[in-house]
């Protein structure tokens, strides 16, 4: 056998053939070197630099994909595994053994998560887009140094937060987040209802439908409204679809949004709340309260029905911290009512079932009685 005592001399042995093992004499710990087991799914993405490993000093770090986010967990080995180096030219030894650099106690195996986007909202929410940069923005005459603290650009949050790339982007769409002046910001909720409210006026004042708006008519109006162009393509696409040009705007959202401005004053009887919503949303469009799954509670005191906002988007995505703030807010939760606050709940490989059997306690005296949800 060609060689000396490399990897390549343990890789190309005969089968019922043997070789001596010895230890190099450069054998240590060498805590620089982990085996790290990957699926063949994996391989190409490592081969072609597309992996890189995320998370601060204080955080357990996790390896991404351009797509998927994996927790990198140490798993022990109870028999020997030795690394043997590959074959080097200056080694002179008489006898052809494998030299063992290290012996390994374990190797880090990759699981895959869900990407911790909590901390997303928390970043961009300290310093929301609002209406004093909108108009510094729009007033050529005004020269103002702005404070940049509390701001990330797109390196910055790929630094910060824990998910990859896409799921970056999917975080960033979630909350309605954009990109202005080069930083991620979310725009303040009142902004947004005065630039919904504006294009809800601009259509009656010009006979626009809602269903069929001119992107360049809208902006236009908008702008000489006082709102960025910036502002008015984000916020048709907060409550609207685009196609060929033209823009819908979505009942629901627009319902949705005109709700939590109605429940921004605290919780309502449900007749008042009904009378106020409906009034508030633009002619055409019908509130159905259907519609505010995951965004309120119905509370029954007697006779009467209260309402109060308690939004699925405001919670932890973290299934123990998600379940813990959900039995908090309630001891006792109904399936039709505990269900929009899960739906989005991903753990991979486990389903909602398998998340009730974790974190709840199911209770349903008879079939044809809704179960009921409490605290594991």
Same mark, same amino acid.
């Given at each position: 056998?060609?060689g000396?005592g490399?990897a390549?001399?343990v890789?190309?042995?005969?089968c019922?053939s043997s070789?001596?093992v010895a230890y190099?004499?450069l054998f240590?710990s060498?805590?620089?070197?982990l085996?790290l087991?990957?699926e063949?799914i994996?391989?190409?993405?490592?081969?072609n630099?597309r992996?890189?490993?995320r998370g601060?000093?204080?955080?357990?770090a996790v390896?991404?994909?351009?797509?998927?986010?994996?927790?990198?967990?140490?798993?022990?080995?109870?028999?020997s595994?030795f690394? *043997?180096?590959p074959?080097?030219?200056?080694?002179t030894?008489?006898?052809?053994? &494998?030299w +063992?650099?290290?012996?390994?106690?374990?190797n880090?195996?990759?699981?895959q998560?869900a990407?911790?986007?909590?901390?997303?909202?928390t970043?961009l929410?300290q310093k929301?887009y609002?209406a004093?940069?909108?108009e510094?923005e729009?007033?050529d005459? *005004?020269?103002?140094?702005?404070?940049?603290?509390?701001?990330?650009t797109?390196?910055?949050l +790929?630094?910060?937060i824990?998910?990859?790339?896409?799921e970056?982007?999917?975080g960033?769409?979630? *909350?309605?987040?954009?990109e202005?002046?080069?930083?991620?910001?979310?725009?303040?909720e009142e902004l947004?209802?005065?630039?919904?409210?504006?294009?809800?006026?601009d259509?009656v004042?010009?006979?626009?439908?809602?269903? &069929?708006?001119?992107?360049v008519?809208v902006v236009?109006?908008?702008?000489?409204?006082g709102?960025?162009t910036?502002?008015?393509?984000?916020?048709?696409g907060?409550?609207?679809s685009?196609?060929?040009g033209?823009?819908s705007?979505?009942?629901r959202?627009?319902?949705?949004?005109?709700?939590?401005q109605?429940l921004k004053k605290?919780?309502?009887?449900m007749?008042?709340?009904m009378?106020?919503?409906?009034?508030s949303i633009?002619?055409?469009?019908?509130?159905?309260l259907e519609m505010?799954e995951?965004?309120?509670?119905v509370?029954?005191i007697?006779?009467?029905?209260w *309402?109060? &906002?308690?939004?699925?988007?405001s919670l932890?995505s973290?299934?123990?911290e998600r379940?813990a703030a959900?039995f908090?807010?309630?001891?006792?939760?109904?399936?039709?009512?505990l269900?929009?606050?899960?739906?989005d709940?991903?753990?991979p490989?486990?389903?909602?079932?398998?998340l009730?059997?974790?974190?709840t306690r199911?209770t349903?005296p008879?079939?044809d +009685?809704?179960p009921v949800?409490? &605290?594991?």
């Amino acid at each position: 056998m060609d060689g000396n005592g490399g990897a390549e001399a343990v890789l190309n042995l005969p089968c019922n053939s043997s070789i001596s093992v010895a230890y190099d004499p450069l054998f240590g710990s060498h805590e620089d070197l982990l085996l790290l087991e990957i699926e063949p799914i994996l391989l190409p993405h490592f081969l072609n630099n597309r992996v890189t490993i995320r998370g601060q000093p204080n955080e357990e770090a996790v390896l991404c994909t351009p797509s998927t986010t994996f927790a990198l967990k140490f798993v022990s080995n109870s028999n020997s595994l030795f690394l *043997i180096p590959p074959t080097t030219t200056d080694r002179t030894d008489p006898v052809e053994s &494998a030299w +063992v650099l290290k012996s390994a106690p374990g190797n880090m195996e990759l699981v895959q998560v869900a990407p911790k986007l909590d901390k997303l909202k928390t970043l961009l929410s300290q310093k929301p887009y609002r209406a004093e940069e909108e108009e510094e923005e729009d007033d050529d005459e *005004i020269c103002v140094v702005v404070d940049r603290t509390g701001f990330y650009t797109w390196d910055d949050l +790929v630094d910060r937060i824990q998910a990859s790339d896409e799921e970056l982007r999917g975080g960033l769409q979630a *909350i309605s987040a954009v990109e202005i002046d080069g930083y991620w910001r979310v725009v303040d909720e009142e902004l947004v209802t005065g630039v919904l409210s504006m294009l809800v006026h601009d259509s009656v004042l010009f006979g626009w439908s809602l269903e &069929a708006l001119n992107e360049v008519d809208v902006v236009s109006s908008l702008e000489a409204d006082g709102f960025s162009t910036k502002l008015a393509v984000h916020c048709l696409g907060m409550f609207g679809s685009k196609v060929e040009g033209v823009w819908s705007l979505d009942e629901r959202r627009v319902c949705v949004h005109f709700a939590r401005q109605v429940l921004k004053k605290g919780k309502k009887k449900m007749e008042n709340f009904m009378e106020e919503w409906e009034r508030s949303i633009p002619s055409g469009m019908c509130a159905r309260l259907e519609m505010l799954e995951g965004e309120v509670l119905v509370d029954r005191i007697g006779v009467e029905s209260w *309402i109060r &906002a308690f939004r699925v988007s405001s919670l932890p995505s973290a299934p123990a911290e998600r379940f813990a703030a959900l039995f908090r807010e309630r001891q006792k939760w109904e399936w039709r009512d505990l269900e929009p606050y899960i739906r989005d709940l991903q753990v991979p490989g486990l389903s909602s079932e398998g998340l009730l059997i974790k974190y709840t306690r199911r209770t349903q005296p008879t079939a044809d +009685v809704e179960p009921v949800f409490s &605290a594991r």
